[in-house]
């Protein structure tokens, strides 16, 4: 089973929001359709960014550090650099 780790950004007011999944398509839906408590008032948002790891363990701890020790402007930086190819393929566009 692959884990993801993820950065969503809010078409609302462009706010990122990170968190880990082991099934990104349906945790984006949850986003979107307003499930998630901490995002809900900001929706709709858009997938930017995604790490597969082969454990939760890892993910989390990957999670943990984009979230502590990246601000805004490294996020976008790791956006930017980030394969659009590998969104295409993981939405199915």
């Known amino acids: 089973m692959k884990f993801f780790v993820y950065i969503i950004e809010s078409d609302f007011d462009g706010t990122f929001y990170t968190g880990q999944t082991n099934n990104l398509i349906e945790r984006l839906k949850r986003h979107n359709s307003g499930k998630n408590k901490s995002t809900k008032s900001r929706i709709p948002y858009q997938l930017k960014y995604f790490e ?9 701890l990957r999670e943990w550090e984009l979230k502590k020790k990246y601000n805004t402007e490294r996020k976008r930086k790791l956006i930017h650099l980030f394969n659009k190819e590998n969104l295409n393929q993981i939405l199915g566009l």
């Open 52 to 60: 597969t790891y082969d454990t939760r363990a890892k993910a989390m």
